[in-house]
């Protein structure tokens, strides 16, 4: 810390959404009906697969642990976009900005790895019905998802601590609606080549690599259906497998756009546009995606709420 206008910084600004004064009060309450129907949407699909004992399968055991990361993904930047809208001055302390990065960096991460874990849970039960039950045992399931949290863990961990080496000077303005490490980056006065080295390689390992490992998977599925055709199994497939693979285009497709490929003259604009992508809109259609149009929850739904009519 070789100079006094270093890490002086208590808080940051955020400068948030390029929204007009006029359309503030619009946008505030198409944001906040965005994430109580994120929040809704997720809490039921963890209530009903607790509940129903006919969810109590891989598949909706990587379902629930799915909504819980969207539900706290997006809880992550939602409340405090939404407490600054409101705000006149829309600051975050220091250790807010690295603690809501941190928990950004790791239920986004959660979030790649679960994805992985649904597409080969589909992927074995499709290529291999007889023995999805041996294979998807209760302890590969949670060994999944336990491999899951400790690698997200470790990834967040580092990048939160090798940004907490870096000075930052009288700058503190971030033109983002959160504490994007990117967007951080720029801000610092002192070398950053190791952090942007780790993001390469390590994000190439933590983003990439699922987003690959689900591409075969799919394609696995895709060729094993298309060797022993029937209509009725050819559209059954390619609904779901389409549905799934829209949502991991959506999430992939923009963090990759965004982290990986990022060009000088990237505007703020498309930058925050494409980051609302991935924060807020994939966590609140997971949902709708993966399940609500799915007969199994519908019938859970009809289930629990006779339950509740009878008692």
């Not at 309450?29 to 699909?45: C, D, R």
């Not at 607790?50 to 930047?77: A, G, I, W």
């Not at 470790?154 to 907490?164: D, G, V």
């Not at 259609?285 to 009878?310: C, E, H, W």
Request: aromatic share 12%; with cysteine; glycine share 4%.
């Amino acid at each position: 810390m070789s100079g006094n206008n270093e890490t002086a910084i208590s808080q940051f600004l955020l400068l948030g959404l390029p929204i007009s004064p006029e359309h503030q009060h619009l946008f505030y309450t198409l944001f906040l009906a965005m994430y109580l129907t994120t929040v809704l949407g997720n809490l039921i699909i963890i209530i009903l697969i607790l509940l129903d004992s006919h969810l109590h399968t891989p598949m909706y055991f990587f379902l629930s642990n799915l909504s819980f990361s969207d539900l706290c993904f997006s809880s992550v930047t939602m409340p405090k976009l939404l407490q600054n809208m409101q705000s006149q001055v829309p600051s975050i302390p220091y250790a807010g900005c690295l603690t809501q990065m941190y928990f950004f960096l790791f239920f986004g991460d959660l979030e790649s790895f679960l994805l992985v874990a649904m597409a080969y849970d589909r992927y074995v039960a499709i290529c291999f019905p007889l023995h999805y039950t041996n294979i998807m045992s209760t302890k590969l399931c949670v060994s999944l998802v336990v491999l899951s949290w400790v690698l997200t863990t470790s990834h967040a961990m580092l990048h939160t601590l090798l940004l907490t080496r870096l000075s930052f000077c009288e700058n503190n303005v971030i033109p983002h609606f959160f504490c994007d490490l990117s967007a951080l980056l720029k801000l610092a006065c002192s070398d950053i080549h190791i952090n942007e080295l780790v993001i390469l390689i390590i994000g190439g390992l933590v983003v990439i690599l699922p987003f690959l490992l689900i591409i075969v998977s799919y394609a696995r599925i895709i060729s094993s259906i298309l060797k022993v055709p029937s209509t009725r199994g050819i559209h059954k497939v390619f609904s779901t497998c389409g549905s799934h693979l829209s949502v991991v285009s959506l999430f992939y497709g923009t963090i990759i756009g965004l982290y990986l490929c990022p060009s000088a003259n990237n505007s703020t604009l498309k930058d925050t546009v494409m980051s609302m992508m991935y924060t807020v809109v994939t966590p609140m259609v997971n949902p709708f995606i993966y399940s609500l149009r799915n007969r199994d929850m519908k019938g859970a739904l009809k289930r629990v709420l006779q339950k509740k009519t009878i008692f």
